[in-house]
């Protein structure tokens, strides 16, 4: 099981840290990723660390503002965004899975995966 949290009403340019508590598997054998889908818009991968090799990868658009960290000891996963911004304002997403983070290659499709947690809401004023 995964459950993000952490979301809330922001202004721009605030900074943001959500969490995504886990169980029921252990890192090492997962990966765990973050998306999120704003309103009337596909799903993006933002983030994913792969559990064997501690390896952090970040789709385009999440390099530079996110930072994906895990803390093993705690079963949590966080993504911290920095500067937020109102097309920021989506659902975020934790996932994990069995496969490696670079099976997502380029497309970062982390919404493919196989456990996802309930979303956490973030929204971001002008």
């Known amino acids: 099981q995964l459950q993000a949290s952490g979301g809330g009403l922001v202004q721009r340019g605030d900074s943001l840290g959500l969490s995504c508590v886990y169980s029921?598997?252990?890192?090492?054998?997962?990966?765990i990723a973050w998306f999120r889908q704003a309103p009337g818009k596909y799903r993006e991968g933002l983030s994913c660390i792969t559990g064997t090799s501690r390896t952090t990868y970040y789709s385009d658009s999440a390099k530079g503002r996110f930072t994906m960290s895990s803390d093993n000891a705690g079963n949590t996963a966080y993504l911290h965004v920095d500067s937020l911004k109102p097309e920021d304002t989506a659902v975020y997403y934790c996932a994990a899975d069995q496969a490696s983070c670079e099976n997502y290659g380029d497309s970062h499709d982390y919404d493919s995966m196989w456990y996802w947690g309930k979303g956490t809401q973030v929204t971001v004023s002008s």
């Open positions: 029921g598997f252990t890192f090492d054998d997962y990966s």
